[in-house]
């Protein structure tokens, strides 16, 4: 079993691995739509709340981050809250030497049953996954509970499956962090999105047909009863 299709176009591509092999499926990471689900279906107002959620190190890095909240919170008023456990003085320390205004960000801890509730009370969902051979294998577990909430996503392109999710539903924008010639660009392309009527909507439907837990252990009972078989 493969969270990416990615992954098993890496796999198939090896000289070990049987292509006429049918025993391989994709089933993403799992989100319980019972739990994370839309509060509200308005148009998202000002502030932009932007929502940081888990790690800031290991395979993610909030420098581009905060970067682009910089340059949007100075054409629109928006704040961003990091949620995260044991990182507090690091986040701090990159705000901090950032220039970034302490009024415009707020450092959170959070329980697993207060996300939703969390995610609920932001505008969209924001990360920067660091890239290497791995990543190509992953799809985080928050993708598909910013959606499964009506949160649209903005990150970078870690892997060709998170691209086409983003991109072929329009629930996001894949950005460069590093690329600040093409901020201007981000900046339009998601007020176009929060403008959108029916992007929470749309999020929601994608995290269903794409994230839900009931669906994946459906799909796991079958996957290895066909094994067995």
């Known amino acids: 079993v493969s969270l990416t299709n990615h992954a ?4 198939q591509n090896k000289e070990f691995f049987n292509k006429n092999n049918k025993a391989i499926q994709v089933i993403r990471t799992c989100t319980n739509l019972e739990k994370f689900t839309v509060e ?5 107002k000002n502030p932009i709340k932007f929502i940081h959620l888990g790690s800031v190190d290991t395979a993610y890095e909030i420098d581009g ?5 910089i340059f949007y919170e100075e054409k629109s008023k928006s704040k961003i809250n990091f949620v995260n456990k044991g990182n507090h003085k690091l986040i701090k320390d990159k705000c901090t030497g950032k220039n970034l205004n302490p ?3 707020e450092i959170t801890s959070k329980e697993f049953s207060e ?13 920067n996954a660091k890239k290497n051979f791995s990543i190509k294998a992953s799809l985080p577990t928050k993708i598909g509970e910013f959606l499964a909430c009506g949160l649209p996503i903005i990150c970078n392109n870690f892997n060709d ?4 999710l983003i991109e072929n539903n329009n629930v996001g924008l894949i950005v460069d962090f590093t690329n600040y010639d093409k901020y201007e660009e981000y900046f339009d392309s998601l007020q176009n999105l929060l403008l959108d009527k029916v992007i929470k909507k749309r999020c929601r ?5 794409n994230f839900s837990l009931e669906d994946g252990i459906n799909r796991y009972i079958n996957f290895y009863d066909q094994i067995l078989s």
């Open 65 to 69: 981050v905060i970067d682009f909240f």
């Open 205 to 209: 439907e994608v995290a269903r047909k």
């Open 161 to 164: 499956d998170i691209v086409k």
């Open 40 to 44: 509200s279906h308005e148009v998202v």
């Open 8 to 11: 098993v176009e890496e796999l």
């Open 103 to 105: 009024k415009k960000y």
């Open 115 to 127: 996300i939703p509730k969390v995610l609920n009370e932001s505008s969209l969902g924001i990360f």
